[in-house]
């Protein structure tokens, strides 16, 4: 018998552009991007809100693309929101105007939308032809301050969050920051919880810098949530280019602070709760937890309630508390899908400071509870 290993070094070129009005003639990052691969075929994909909201946005893309020397395939308007996710029925759609474009792997998908909307036509883009070059714009502030520029695509299945899915990197993400400022107020506000997290796990100076910044960001003013919005991702994407684990080969996803009961609680909800307040219930449950377990002091709980709250976003959220046939609180359930999505030995981040994670390898149930309880509390003396 005879065994070969073999080394086989990939790497990916990581490209994000912040920019504004990227369709306009004046604006050549995107054709810049697209001449970097040689390729010449492209197609559009948009988000109905988006382009609902922006009902000149087709006409520019045709006048865009009218003065570039490409093989222009149309634009395809479908549907967006967590439902896209719920099964895979626009990954199809997307398949079939991919197939009936001739799009190949040479081609250009352009996906302009939020972030459920990015997952599944990225999904799509993913696994035609093994691959056909995607090309994100993000445009809620949960896309582009984290999930945008990220590396993996997904829908969810068997009540599970993500559980089909693929690692693909973008051939390129630009953040047209035109996009951000149309969302609704509470959904603009929401999504900086994933730089909240990002600040948390990596970034003490950037955490500091949202304290300080805590009353215009709160209030949507646009240059600072603008400038809030490009250190979330540029702190995400490089921590996925230089932590060495960019496919998640390890157990460890520290990306993922707060998100076992986020998404075991968007799950829970039949994706009625929003990643955003899931993941800020998450994140002040495992935040909670790091003091109580010794790790983290509790005047940094304190400083992270605060910060939530400036942001008017909830800390607990009653599914915490449903049960199970057998009594126990359906959320801790998470654990094990956590841990189950990601193959391996169990492993939570938790917090000894801001800016500094501490991996852990077991959770105890029962102090959760407790914990739990301490949200609850907190909450209903704010409400």
């Given at each position: 018998m005879s065994r070969y290993d073999y080394q086989i070094p990939v790497t990916f070129e990581h490209r994000i552009v912040f920019t504004r009005n990227a369709f306009s003639a004046e604006n050549q990052e995107l054709s810049k991007i697209l001449a970097e691969g040689g390729g010449r075929r492209v197609m559009v994909f948009i988000e109905e809100m988006v382009a609902a909201f922006w009902p000149n946005l087709t006409d520019e893309i045709l006048a865009y693309f009218s003065g570039l020397d490409l093989d222009f395939r149309g634009i395809q308007i479908l549907p967006g929101g967590e439902i896209v996710k719920s099964d895979d029925s626009i990954v199809k759609q997307v398949w079939e105007a991919i197939d009936s474009a001739h799009l190949d792997r040479h081609s250009y998908a352009i996906v302009i939308g939020g972030g459920a909307f990015l997952d599944a036509v990225g999904y799509a883009t993913a696994t035609a032809h093994r691959?056909?070059?995607?090309?994100?714009?993000?445009?809620?502030?949960?896309?582009?301050?984290?999930?945008?520029?990220?590396?993996?695509?997904?829908?969810n299945s068997f009540g599970k969050k993500n559980w089909i899915g693929a690692f693909s990197v973008p051939f390129a993400v630009i953040n047209d920051f035109r996009y951000?400022?149309?969302?609704?107020?509470?959904?603009?506000?929401?999504?900086?919880?994933?730089?909240?997290?990002?600040?948390?796990?990596?970034?003490?100076?950037?955490?500091?810098?949202?304290k300080n910044h805590l009353e215009s960001l709160a209030a949507l003013d646009p240059e600072t949530l603008e400038a809030c919005v490009e250190k979330s991702a540029l702190l995400h994407a490089q921590h996925i280019a230089t932590s060495g684990d960019p496919f998640e080969t390890g157990s460890s996803r520290p990306l993922d602070f707060g998100h076992w009961a986020a998404h075991k609680l968007e799950a829970m909800a039949a994706y009625q709760l929003s990643h955003a307040p899931a993941v800020a219930v998450g994140l002040a449950l495992d935040v909670l937890y790091s003091a109580r377990i010794g790790l983290l002091k509790f005047s940094v709980v304190d400083q992270v309630f605060r910060v939530l709250d400036g942001l008017k976003l909830s800390i607990y959220h009653p599914g915490l508390d449903w049960l199970d046939d057998h009594g126990k609180r359906r959320v801790l359930g998470g654990i094990d899908e956590f841990r189950e999505h990601l193959g391996g030995e169990l492993t939570i981040l938790l917090l000894e400071d801001i800016g500094k994670g501490i991996n852990v390898h077991q959770l105890d149930e029962t102090l959760l509870g407790e914990c739990i309880n301490e949200l609850k509390t907190r909450w209903e003396a704010s409400v």
């Amino acid at each position: 018998m005879s065994r070969y290993d073999y080394q086989i070094p990939v790497t990916f070129e990581h490209r994000i552009v912040f920019t504004r009005n990227a369709f306009s003639a004046e604006n050549q990052e995107l054709s810049k991007i697209l001449a970097e691969g040689g390729g010449r075929r492209v197609m559009v994909f948009i988000e109905e809100m988006v382009a609902a909201f922006w009902p000149n946005l087709t006409d520019e893309i045709l006048a865009y693309f009218s003065g570039l020397d490409l093989d222009f395939r149309g634009i395809q308007i479908l549907p967006g929101g967590e439902i896209v996710k719920s099964d895979d029925s626009i990954v199809k759609q997307v398949w079939e105007a991919i197939d009936s474009a001739h799009l190949d792997r040479h081609s250009y998908a352009i996906v302009i939308g939020g972030g459920a909307f990015l997952d599944a036509v990225g999904y799509a883009t993913a696994t035609a032809h093994r691959g056909v070059r995607l090309v994100r714009f993000p445009t809620t502030t949960l896309s582009q301050n984290d999930s945008g520029v990220g590396v993996k695509c997904a829908i969810n299945s068997f009540g599970k969050k993500n559980w089909i899915g693929a690692f693909s990197v973008p051939f390129a993400v630009i953040n047209d920051f035109r996009y951000l400022h149309t969302q609704d107020e509470e959904t603009r506000r929401g999504g900086l919880i994933e730089a909240v997290k990002v600040a948390l796990v990596r970034d003490a100076d950037f955490f500091k810098w949202i304290k300080n910044h805590l009353e215009s960001l709160a209030a949507l003013d646009p240059e600072t949530l603008e400038a809030c919005v490009e250190k979330s991702a540029l702190l995400h994407a490089q921590h996925i280019a230089t932590s060495g684990d960019p496919f998640e080969t390890g157990s460890s996803r520290p990306l993922d602070f707060g998100h076992w009961a986020a998404h075991k609680l968007e799950a829970m909800a039949a994706y009625q709760l929003s990643h955003a307040p899931a993941v800020a219930v998450g994140l002040a449950l495992d935040v909670l937890y790091s003091a109580r377990i010794g790790l983290l002091k509790f005047s940094v709980v304190d400083q992270v309630f605060r910060v939530l709250d400036g942001l008017k976003l909830s800390i607990y959220h009653p599914g915490l508390d449903w049960l199970d046939d057998h009594g126990k609180r359906r959320v801790l359930g998470g654990i094990d899908e956590f841990r189950e999505h990601l193959g391996g030995e169990l492993t939570i981040l938790l917090l000894e400071d801001i800016g500094k994670g501490i991996n852990v390898h077991q959770l105890d149930e029962t102090l959760l509870g407790e914990c739990i309880n301490e949200l609850k509390t907190r909450w209903e003396a704010s409400v």
